[in-house]
């Protein structure tokens, strides 16, 4: 069974990254991208620089759909400001998981296939 056929729901399994993007349900994304229960939107951070509060709008506007928001910043794990992080934990219940993009990719995937109610914000890796 390929393992695309193995999400519920229509929910979407993050099935690469690299190269400065990512395969989500056997399309390449060539950019950072939010991957939410509806779908899969481009993501205006470049950066872990460039995460504000309203670089995660998308993710905020589904907190019915999600309780933790995994953040891959890239090759490495990038500081984030922890202010941001409890402010949207506590005005929207959406608890954020800091971890380098490949962590967050395969992370992902666990818990989506274990039936959480996950997204993820995810900065590419060369």
């Given at each position: 069974?390929?393992i ?13 990254y ?6 989500v ?7 950072s991208?939010?991957?939410?229960p ?11 620089s ?11 506007e589904?907190?019915?759909e ?14 984030v400001?922890?202010?941001?992080i ?9 608890a954020?998981d ?18 959480r109610?996950?997204?993820?914000a ?5």
């Open positions: 069974m390929r695309e056929e193995q999400a519920q729901g229509g929910r979407f399994l993050i099935q690469g690299g190269d400065g993007g990512f395969r349900a056997g399309k390449r994304y060539q950019e991208i939010l991957v939410l509806s779908g899969i939107v481009s993501w205006q951070a470049t950066c872990a460039d995460i504000t509060y309203e670089s995660f709008r998308p993710a905020i589904a907190a019915g999600i309780d933790v928001l995994l953040l891959g910043t890239g090759k490495s794990m990038a500081p400001d922890r202010a941001l409890r402010r949207i934990r506590e005005e929207h219940g959406i954020i800091l971890m380098d993009t490949g962590a967050a990719c395969r992370t992902f995937n666990v818990l989506l296939l274990d039936g109610l996950i997204a993820a995810l900065l590419p890796v060369a």
